[in-house]
């Protein structure tokens, strides 16, 4: 968990822009589609991502720590997180097939602010 104040990363340039120091929770996460990933990788893929939500309070600190499960245990690949409303006003193709697109697709329920997650594998 960062320590830094919201005062401090945004002179640093960041975003405080995802709260979770105070919250305690285990994220519900919900696949919706999946390709080219193994079942057992699937598996190691979501607890990665739930074990970034638990252990840090920003999103890009999220971010970076699930491009570095990736890193390790697939030897690439990169994750975009978006609030629901961003979703739906990018509206989004949840049915692109892109190269490289798509490896995996979840939300992840916080319960108070809805993410969606897209996952793109290498």
Not at 11 to 26: C, S
Request: proline share 2%; glycine share 6%.
């Amino acid at each position: 968990m960062s320590s830094d104040s919201e005062e401090e990363v945004v002179n640093r340039g960041g975003v405080p822009d995802l709260e979770l120091a105070d919250l305690e929770y285990e994220p519900r996460i919900e696949i919706i589609s999946i390709w080219n990933v193994e079942d057992g990788l699937k598996t190691q893929i979501v607890e990665s991502v739930k074990s970034a939500f638990t252990k840090f309070v920003f999103k890009n600190e999220i971010v970076n720590a699930i491009h570095d499960e990736l890193r390790e245990k697939i030897g690439g690949g990169w994750i975009c997180i978006m609030s629901r409303d961003d979703f739906v006003t990018n509206n989004i193709n949840a049915n692109s097939t892109e190269p490289r697109e798509s490896a995996l697709r979840f939300l992840v329920d916080l319960g108070y602010h809805l993410l969606i997650c897209r996952l793109f594998c290498a």
